[in-house]
């Protein structure tokens, strides 16, 4: 991997009350653990036929099943896209390219006009699917479970598709790499 920047991974997801010691485990030291498993990056979209698309970047995405396709992400409780998506009851997984870093950045900051400029075409739930995304999974929500200060989502898959196959974008504590076989 090349152009990682360790920065602080604590900058990560935002958390209330994250500093000193969370249950006898120093939070700072959490953080930095879980900051070396690499892991690479979607934005997770939501949206119906009216009203503005909402997003957020996720790298807690996971497959979970085959039979029945299944996948799941973590978002925070505090995050604002997860109201939307819980009350549309469907979302698209776009999976970033290595070129996507400053998608990545955009969608992680709250506040933003997160699709100005953003090329994009609904999937069938209407979620969109972004341009140069190297492929999607659109889902409904299958079931949610709390845990913590995240709520797990599960989503059942209902179209996928891949549309490049120029390599991910790759985080590895708080920074941006690529992919080297
Ligand atoms: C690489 C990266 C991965 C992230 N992964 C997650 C995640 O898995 N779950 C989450 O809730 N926030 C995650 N975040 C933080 C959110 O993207 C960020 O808090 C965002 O502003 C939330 O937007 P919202 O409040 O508009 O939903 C991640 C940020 C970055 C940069």
Redesign the pocket.
């Known amino acids: 991997m090349t152009g990682i920047e360790p920065e602080d991974p604590l900058a990560?997801?935002?958390v209330d009350g994250e500093e000193g010691s969370v249950g006898g485990i120093d939070a700072a030291r959490f953080r930095s653990v879980l900051g070396h498993f690499a892991t690479g990056?979607t934005v997770v979209t939501t949206a119906n036929a009216v009203g503005t698309p909402a997003g957020?970047?996720?790298?807690?995405f996971t497959s979970v099943s085959l039979d029945p396709p299944l996948v799941a992400?973590?978002?925070?409780r505090?995050?604002?896209?997860?109201p939307r998506i819980r009350a549309l009851g469907s979302f698209c997984v776009n999976i970033l390219s290595q070129d996507q870093e400053d998608l990545?950045?955009v969608?992680?900051?709250?506040g933003a006009d997160k699709f100005r400029g953003v090329g994009w075409r609904p999937a069938e739930s209407g979620a969109p699917v972004l341009a140069g995304a190297l492929g999607w999974l659109d889902c409904t929500v299958e079931a949610e479970h709390e845990a913590g200060d995240?709520v797990i989502v599960v989503g059942r898959v209902r179209d996928t598709g891949v549309e490049h196959e120029e390599g991910p974008l790759v985080?590895y504590r708080g920074g941006y790499g690529r992919f080297q076989p």
């Open positions: 990560l997801h935002p990056v957020l970047s996720v790298n807690s992400f973590c978002v925070a505090a995050s604002t896209t997860w990545s950045r969608f992680a900051t709250r995240h985080f």
